[in-house]
Structures are given as C-alpha cells and as structure tokens.
C-alpha cells in the first residue's frame, strides 16, 4: 500500500523559512516524478513545484527563487525549501506523486502538512 507522509509544516512569521519532507513507502519511489501542491482557505488545489526521476525541477512563478524542491531516492523523501515566506504562501501543502507505465497512469497524495505564515 503506497503511504505519503508529509512532515514540517508550522508557524512562521513572513520572512522566514520551513522544510517541508515528505516520505514515501510501498512504491518504487525512484520511478516517480514527485511534486507539491498547495490549497488555501477556500481555494483551489494549486502546483507548487515538482522534480522528476531525472531530476529536473518546475516550480509555480509565485514561488521561483524562494522555494527549491529535492529528492532522496535512497531514503525514498522529497523536500521542499520555503525561503522569504509570505502570508500567501499560508496553505495545507500536499506531496503527490505521479508515474505513467504502460499506457496506464498511477497517482498518489499524503494527508497534507499545514503551513501558515503570520506575525
């Protein structure tokens, strides 16, 4: 069974930072591209930023230059860099993966790790 914990989420004031990680297991999590997304209060579910199996990242344009998205294939975790964080930024960030095989598309979310960023 194919298992996302996110972990890091909190509180932060408006220019500071979080690690957000996210850990998988009960999948090949080197086949996967892997991603975050984000909801705010009443909001739509939005892409954050991904990387994929050969490393190569996006990130939204609200985000460029301030978060960075990793990967550890040998302890199966994403990580995701909140720099210079802003109330905006203030959201429930989920991990996703998403692989294709054989015509065929395998997709997972974790439960969410809360991150609000307030004075």
């Known amino acids: 069974q194919v298992q996302l914990v996110e972990s890091g989420g909190g509180l932060v004031q408006p220019g500071g930072s979080l690690r957000l990680s996210c850990a998988a297991s009960?999948?090949?999590?080197?086949?996967?591209?892997m991603n975050w997304y984000r909801q705010a209060p009443a909001g739509p579910r939005e892409f954050v930023a991904d990387?994929?199996?050969?490393?190569?990242?996006d990130y939204a344009d609200s985000v460029k230059g301030r978060f960075t998205i990793s990967r550890d294939n040998a302890k199966n975790t994403v990580n995701l860099q909140m720099n210079s964080l802003k109330p905006e930024d203030t959201a429930v960030y989920y991990c996703?993966?998403?692989?294709?095989?054989?015509?065929?598309?395998?997709?997972?979310w974790g439960q969410g790790t809360q991150v609000t960023v307030s004075s």
């Open positions: 996703y993966a998403y692989r294709r095989l054989n015509m065929k598309s395998f997709n997972y």
């Open positions: 990387i994929t199996t050969g490393g190569s990242t």
């Open positions: 009960g999948m090949i999590f080197s086949d996967y591209t």
